[in-house]
């Protein structure tokens, strides 16, 4: 059968042929095999592979562990971070309504909570002035 | 050439009433067993390297193959034994051509496979077989030698099927239950590897 649009000269057959022996010509390697097959301490380089391949998938199974630790920890740590930022909202619109600084603070705080305590109860001069012009008006009176 | 055709069927060292089946070599091997194993790879050993030769010229090459296999195997063996309806041989055989076909992938990518060059000595023996059709046997160094350097032109899946059909001598629905792969697409891939082989040796032309 002749292939004449491809090649004149060879038949499809011919070409067949030829390649099925290349392909079987490339094959033929039995005494490459034999050899092989027969090399000294193949077993012992089988068992030093087969060791080294456990350590490695050992390694990859404790990576596997510690990524389903993280994958089941991040959504529980997620859930405790959304409870904490509820429970923070809820708490921040009772304390605009009912707790003033002291109560926040504390009656016992440090020097900086105490010079806010002071700012707020400490009588100004202008309050004693204030005071002291009502009596003398009064007195006046 | 096609003399292991059926995968089931290939060759391993005949054994004696005495000695222990290849399945109960494997269950003792799971069980932590080495010299179990050990037993296993001396009957096999000869086998897998056959296949490794199909694929590989070169001792080191085919040793490898051996090395992996067997690896491979050794690790998969609670999947086989799930597998009873086949031997374990044929269960290595496919474990084997698989590795070949994988090493054929991976050395595909390295450009030194593609840099063989065809000598004038074998070009002008391949025209002289070309037109007259007859095979010298004297000069199969030279067969052997031009088949080398001619399959490394062919990618790793057609050279995979072209020796599968013509040196192991499978059907394509063996091929299809070692590959996994369809029917059809074995028969497409067979089509098209033998193209493309025919198209290589027309350039001699």
Same mark, same amino acid.
């Given at each position: 059968m002749l292939n004449g649009k491809e090649n004149?000269?060879?038949?499809r057959a011919t070409l067949d042929s030829v390649g099925r022996d290349i392909i079987r010509a490339s094959a033929d390697n039995d005494r490459e095999a034999a050899a092989a097959a027969q090399s000294p301490f193949l077993f012992s380089r089988l068992r030093t592979r087969i060791n080294a391949e456990r350590e490695r998938r050992a390694e990859d199974e404790n990576w596997i562990t510690t990524l389903r630790i993280l994958w089941r920890a991040i959504p529980s740590m997620a859930l405790v971070a959304v409870f904490a930022f509820l429970l923070f909202l809820s708490t921040g619109t009772q304390t605009s309504t009912s707790l003033s600084d002291t109560a926040l603070l504390?009656?016992?705080?440090t020097g900086v909570e105490r010079v806010v305590l002071t700012d707020q109860t400490a009588i100004s001069n202008e309050d004693v002035l204030a005071t002291i012009m009502s009596e003398d008006g009064e007195a006046s009176k | 050439m096609a003399d292991n055709s059926d995968p089931a069927t290939f060759q391993t060292q005949s054994l004696s009433s005495a000695e222990p089946a290849d399945s109960v070599l494997v269950g003792r091997t799971r069980t932590g067993d080495e010299d179990a194993f050990e037993e296993l790879f001396n009957r096999h050993r000869r086998r897998v390297a056959l296949i490794a030769s199909r694929f590989f010229r070169q001792r080191e090459q085919i040793e490898e193959i051996i090395q992996e296999s067997f690896t491979k195997a050794f690790f998969a063996l609670a999947d086989f034994s799930n597998q009873q309806e086949q031997s374990f041989a044929a269960w290595l055989a496919r474990i084997a051509f698989n590795t070949c076909y994988d090493e054929l992938r991976r050395r595909k990518?390295?450009?030194? *496979? *593609?840099?063989s060059e065809v000598t004038e000595e074998e070009a002008a023996w391949l025209q002289e077989r070309l037109s007259s059709g007859e095979k010298d046997i004297e000069s199969a160094a030279i067969e052997r030698e031009l088949a080398a350097k001619l399959l490394a032109h062919l990618s790793p899946e057609d050279r995979y099927v072209l020796v599968m059909l013509d040196?192991?001598?499978?059907?394509v629905a063996e091929i299809a239950g070692l590959t996994k792969w369809s029917a059809a697409k074995v028969k497409v891939r067979a089509h098209r590897a033998r193209g493309r082989l025919r198209n290589l040796l027309k350039r001699f032309m």
């Open positions: 004149r000269s060879v038949p504390g009656e016992r705080g | 990518r390295r450009p030194e *496979s *593609s840099l040196v192991e001598g499978l059907s």
